[in-house]
């Protein structure tokens, strides 16, 4: 098992869950219960499932897709380590990450 830590969006509360690693970070919030909206249900057409990697975690995981990008632009308060949950597969490398919620 992977660890990820989810934050939110105030960086006020923070929940460490276990997650099976090919698992999507959307997939995992709403089976954990944690409050990420994700109204498209991962088909890259909402950008309500925003997160903001940590800093050492933005470069540990593959970068995004012309079409992640292009979805991110429409998100409000993009910051550098952005991305969207949907398209972020949890692997063992990612032992650790830390996703702060987006603000919607
Ligand atoms: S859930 Fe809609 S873009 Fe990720």
């Not at 098992?1 to 995992?28: C, H, N, Y």
């Not at 800093?55 to 593959?62: F, G, K």
Request: glycine content about 10%; charged content about 20%.
């Amino acid at each position: 098992m992977v660890q990820i830590t989810f934050i939110s969006p105030d960086g006020a509360e923070r929940r460490t869950v276990d997650a099976p690693p090919g698992i999507t970070l959307l997939k995992l919030a709403h089976f954990e219960g944690v409050d990420m909206e994700g109204t498209c249900g991962g088909q890259m057409a909402c950008a309500t499932c925003h997160v903001i990697l940590g800093d050492a975690w933005i470069d540990a995981v593959p970068p995004p897709s012309d079409e992640e990008l292009d979805m991110l632009a429409l998100a409000p308060d993009v910051e550098p380590g952005s991305r969207l949950g949907c398209q972020i597969v949890v692997t063992e490398a990612l032992d650790g990450l830390e996703a702060r919620l987006g603000p919607c």
